[in-house]
Each structure stands twice: as C-alpha cells, then as structure tokens.
C-alpha cells in the first residue's frame, strides 16, 4: 500500500515512512492511494474470531509491503496483551438495542491506548530495521501524555519527552506520567498553560536543525498509523450484534475526528453501517460542519469531557479529500482559505455528500451530567462524560430500528470528580493503579522558553 498526501505535493510513501513521517511535508495528511476492501463472505467469516485475528484482516492491507504479516499479527497480539480483558474491546448490552463498545481497558484507562500500543511497537520495529532512534516529542493536556508514555516505555529505539502544564492536570493525570521509572521516558512539568507546551512542541519542530540532532517523531492523532488500528473495533462490535447481514449504527464521541474516521474507514472496507453518530461536547466545530457544511473556528471552552475541547478537528482534512473527490488543488484551496479567514464553506453537493454519511449533534454539559445519570438508573452501568456525550448523540439521532454501538471512549474511575457529581457514585481505580498515589514521581521542571526545552532534547540520553 501506498500513500498520498492530501495536500498532493509531497512524495507518495509506503506505511513505514508515513508512520515516522506523521504530516506530509506540504503541510498534509497522509491516506491510502487507494482504499481496500473486505467483501461479505470475507466479513463474515470473521465472526468469532479474536479480536487480534479481526486486527491482523483489518489492519493488513494498509501495511502491506512494509512488514510481513506473521510480524503484524504477533505485534498485535503483543500490544493487546496489555489490556485487562481478553475480549479488548467488550460490548456491554445497555437494553433496548443499545450497546457500549468499551475502548478503555488499555493501560491508561482509554481508548487512545488501542492505537498507540499499536504503534509504539510499530515505531520501535521500523526504527530497529532501520537502525535508527528517534525521540517523540509530545504537549498533552493531560491524557495523551500518558497514553504515549504507556506506547514508548522501555522501547529500545525510541525515547519520549512530554511536556505538560504543571499545576494545571489533575494528581492522576500527572502521575500516570511522572512514576513511569523507565529511563526512556522524560517529564517535563512546563511552568505555563498547555497552549505554551504546545506552542514549545510546535517550535521544537519548526527548527530544522533541532529536528534533525535530536531526531523528533510526532505520535499526534494525525498520524495515520493511530487511525488504522482503531477501525479493527467497529468491525469486531458490527460483527458481534448481527453485520454484516444487518446494518449497525455507530455513535461516537469526538474531538479530533481521529475515531470517527477510523470508522468511515471501516465503512470504506465494506461494513455496512447504518449510520455513523458523531457527539461533540460545547465546543462543536465538528457537529457544525457537519450538520451546515460551514467550517469555522471558535474559541475552545473547558468542558467535563476535556479529551474532547478541541478548536478545529485536525483529522477532517482526511474526510474533506475524500468528500472533494480526492481533488488535492481543490483541498488545498479550501484549507489556505480557512486558514486565512478562519471560516469556510463547502458547496451544497458536498454538504449533500457529508449528511448522507454523518448525523452529528452537540452535546452540553449538563445534559452529559443527565445522561450518566440516566445510564446508571436504566442499565446499572457507569459511564465517563466523554462516553455519555456519545450516549446522549445516539439517543437523539436514534435510527428507527437496528442496534446502535456507542463507542466508551474512557473509564470513568479517569474522571472521577465528574462522574460522582452527576451520579452519587466515585469510581475506584482498577487495583493494578491503586498505589499510583504512593509510587515515586520524576519530572523536571522547565519555564516555558524553548532555549530550555532545547537544552533537555540536546541533552545526551542515559
Ligand atoms: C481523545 C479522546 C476522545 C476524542 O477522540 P478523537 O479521535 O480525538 O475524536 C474522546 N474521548 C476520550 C476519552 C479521549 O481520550
């Protein structure tokens, strides 16, 4: 398989240079030449079969030619050996045709695991071949952090630095990060707000030279090797409530668009889906777009769903392409327009094109308060605010018949605080994180200049 960036002026790659790649360097994203497809006798002979066996069919095509498939099937077999059930992704039946697809049994707690334990051993695999290290460079706000940590500890061939908002992430969030003992793991507590950490991320590979000594990789949720992965799971909840012989609807909670379209990637595959339900919270760029066909960008607000308070969507580009007819110039002009307006708006047909494929709806704070509420006196089932955004989108896009998978995108003993205010109970911690609050912390602390983050990244590594 080969890719192609969205932007069309950057040289067409194969999966291991597009993985350490992240953006193409015309400023686009990277997608397939051409999409692959798994027909319906195919599909269904996948029923039953374990999730790593799902994994291997759906992830396979995209990385032809860059591993061989013996290799791909026991990395994924390896990376899901961390997660704490042996069904990694288990449906939960909430009654009336709706399920919970629980994404949050990676080691941090949430879905963001299911790919990036994926790709931290793809990552280390590339680089070993190559014989090559590289130092991922990361600004989190909290819960990527950890979940890249999580991806990279111990990997010979890689190191990771993360840069995060000191006093500004809760004791949890900071210490999934900070007691991680591995020596390849660097913490720094920035003295500013994550807008700083990022801006400092943003600097460190904006200097070429500095990318180049200290060899800097992004693991951001553009990368495209994040997007594949996920869409093994919407074919393993498909298949498990009657795909492909009925069509499923999908609800998913969304923010930087990374998980919905590794749906429509899965759609793209051949699974028939009923219909793909996105759910912002308060900030709604996305549900705007794709409800109006107008894209613009507004102020990010601090929500009870934070994984989710996102400006502009920054994996849109890869639908927009596809919605445009895969006309790069055409992209290209749309993008240099909002990116100098801040506002844009795409013709009628493609609006057409867009609602044919999406319901989407936002969803406040209050509301998500109500929904977890409700999922716990109706199915006697907890659920984080991130996942009740979602919960809430199926309910009010419900189709008229056929189950609907709402995607739990964290567990809620992540976001304790939130869940016990709308619903009386405070998730514990899973007992393998029961002593984090006890276990020893390691950070360096760095004001927000990039002269001191430079420092750490031209440091030699132990
Ligand atoms: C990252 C995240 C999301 C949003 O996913 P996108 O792929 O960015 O749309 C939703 N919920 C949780 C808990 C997350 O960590």
Same mark, same amino acid.
């Given at each position: ?112 695991? /299911? !790919?990036?334990? +994926?790709?931290?051993?793809? =990552?280390?695999? @590339? *680089? &070993?071949?190559?014989?090559? $290290? %590289?130092?991922? #460079? ?109 069509? /499923? !609807?999908?609800? +998913?909670?969304?923010?930087? =668009?990374?998980? @919905? *379209? &590794?749906?429509?990637?899965? $759609? %793209?595959?051949? #699974? ?109 089932? /907890? ?80």
């Amino acid at each position: 398989m080969k890719y192609v960036s969205t932007r069309g002026r950057a040289p067409v790659l194969p999966f291991d240079d597009v993985l350490l790649a992240g953006l193409a360097v015309d400023g686009g994203l990277y997608v397939p030449e051409a999409w692959p497809t798994l027909d319906t006798a195919r599909l269904r002979s996948l029923a039953g079969r374990s999730y790593v066996e799902v994994a291997t069919e759906v992830v396979w095509p995209f990385v032809e030619g860059a591993l061989d498939r013996d290799l791909l099937a026991s990395l994924l077999a390896d990376a899901y050996a961390t997660f704490d059930v042996p069904e990694v992704c288990p449906l939960v039946d909430l009654g009336g045709g709706t399920w919970l697809l629980e994404l949050f049994h990676g080691p941090t707690l949430a879905f963001k695991d /299911v !790919a990036l334990q +994926v790709v931290g051993r793809l =990552f280390d695999h @590339v *680089l &070993a071949e190559r014989g090559e $290290r %590289r130092t991922i #460079l990361v600004a989190t706000s909290g819960d990527t952090g950890s979940a890249a940590i999580e991806a990279c500890r111990g990997r010979e061939a890689l190191d990771i630095v993360v840069l995060f908002p000191a006093g500004r992430i809760s004791e949890v969030q900071r210490r999934q990060m900070t007691t991680v003992p591995d020596a390849n793991v660097h913490c720094l507590a920035v003295d500013g707000t994550f807008d700083d950490c990022q801006a400092l991320v943003k600097a460190c590979f904006a200097d070429a030279a500095l990318r180049a000594t200290a060899g800097l990789s992004a693991m951001n949720s553009i990368n495209w090797g994040r997007v594949v992965p996920q869409a093994a799971y919407y074919v393993t909840a498909a298949l498990a409530v009657g795909a492909p012989d009925r069509p /499923v !609807a999908f609800a +998913v909670p969304s923010g930087n =668009f990374g998980n @919905v *379209l &590794a749906g429509d990637v899965a $759609r %793209r595959l051949g #699974l028939p889906m009923e219909r793909l339900v996105v759910g912002t919270n308060r900030n709604d760029t996305l549900a705007r777009f794709l409800t109006t066909g107008v894209l613009e960008r507004r102020e990010v607000h601090a929500t009870t769903s934070p994984a989710m308070d996102v400006s502009v969507p920054s994996n849109l580009e890869r639908l927009l392409f596809e919605l445009l007819g895969r006309d790069a110039a055409a992209l290209d002009d749309l993008m240099a327009r909002f990116s100098a307006a801040g506002r844009v708006e795409v013709p009628p047909a493609v609006l057409e094109a867009v609602r044919t494929g999406f319901d989407a709806t936002r969803v406040d704070d209050d509301e998500v308060a109500e929904t977890m509420a409700a999922t716990l006196e109706r199915s006697g089932v /907890v659920v984080d605010p991130h996942t009740a955004v979602g919960l809430a989108a199926a309910r009010r896009c419900r189709p008229d018949d056929g189950p609907v998978v709402a995607l739990s995108t964290a567990a809620p003993s992540k976001f304790p605080d939130a869940v016990e205010a709308a619903t009386g109970v405070r998730p514990p911690l899973p007992a393998r994180l029961a002593d984090l609050l006890h276990r020893p912390e390691r950070a360096t602390p760095v004001p927000a200049e990039l002269a001191a983050v430079r420092a750490v990244l031209e440091s030699p590594r132990p």
